[in-house]
């Protein structure tokens, strides 16, 4: 990252009308939040289609509830770091940001983020896996850990799930809606994600197809570095409070 990189995305972000950015598991990263893929990833040591999709939670809501208590006793520890700050900060500017999120963990709505698109969904929330029409809608719960585990629908004492966004399932119709429509902006930044997960992985592309100037942040390349205008390779946290130091707006 250099000084002039800064001071280019600064100007960009100075004069634009219209701010969104996406952001992934690098986000949180600073405040201990384990990532997905890499070295230390949580999918190194167990297979997503094993976790995180409707069939697993078919064969063993149990074993994937498991997993479920153990990420949000973890994340129940963790807090907010700078760079949730910078863009709860930017939300609430006199050019809001829209911020989407593929992270499930609760710490942009901790850091009291506006303009929030949850894309994949939260880990707070439950609904009910037998669909049962009260239970459609998804409810808060913050308790750790959950018991009974699995826990249950307050409406038809069936197996509740996870209120997120399992592979294989679609991103909810509003949101997805919401999101392309942010996507047609002036600056657009993915900050923090692998970039490989679609359809969220594609957002930075549209917004480039439709005219933005998109700014990569990561602490190394990725499938969209190449398709980017600026990557600034570093930390989320250093380099948004960098970015924010400078900005006037
Ligand atoms: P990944 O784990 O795939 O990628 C995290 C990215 O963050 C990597 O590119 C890292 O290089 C980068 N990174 C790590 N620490 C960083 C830091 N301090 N500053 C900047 N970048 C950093 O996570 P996602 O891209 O969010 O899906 O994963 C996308 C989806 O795959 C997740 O939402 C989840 C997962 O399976 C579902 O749960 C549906």
Request: hydrophobic content about 35%; overall charge negative.
């Amino acid at each position: 990252m250099t000084e002039d990189d800064v001071t280019l995305v600064v100007s960009r972000l100075d004069t634009a009308t219209s701010v969104t950015v996406i952001t992934g598991a690098g986000l949180s990263a600073p405040s201990g939040v384990p990532t997905f893929r890499g070295t230390q990833g949580l999918w190194k040591n167990q297979r997503p289609e094993q976790l995180a999709t409707p069939e697993a939670f078919a064969a063993d809501p149990t074993k994937v509830w498991e997993w479920y208590n153990w990420r949000r006793e973890q994340l129940a520890g963790c807090q907010p770091n700078k760079a949730h700050q910078v863009l709860s900060r930017w939300s609430r500017s006199s050019t809001p940001a829209t911020v989407i999120t593929q992270n499930v963990d609760g710490l942009h709505e901790r850091a009291d983020t506006a303009r929030l698109l949850r894309f994949h969904g939260s880990i707070w929330e439950l609904r009910c896996w037998h669909h049962c029409a009260a239970g459609e809608t998804s409810w808060w719960d913050d308790t750790v850990p959950l018991v009974p585990c699995p826990p249950r629908c307050p409406h038809c004492n069936g197996i509740a799930r996870p209120g997120v966004v399992w592979f294989g399932e679609s991103i909810p119709q509003e949101t997805l809606t919401r999101s392309l429509r942010a996507a047609h902006c002036d600056v657009f930044f993915t900050i923090g994600t692998s970039a490989v997960v679609h359809p969220a992985a594609s957002l930075v592309h549209r917004a480039k197809q439709h005219g933005a100037f998109t700014v990569e942040i990561n602490l190394e390349p990725t499938p969209a570095s190449g398709d980017v205008d600026v990557s600034l390779q570093g930390s989320a946290d250093q380099i948004l409070l960098a970015i924010d130091e400078h900005r006037t707006t």
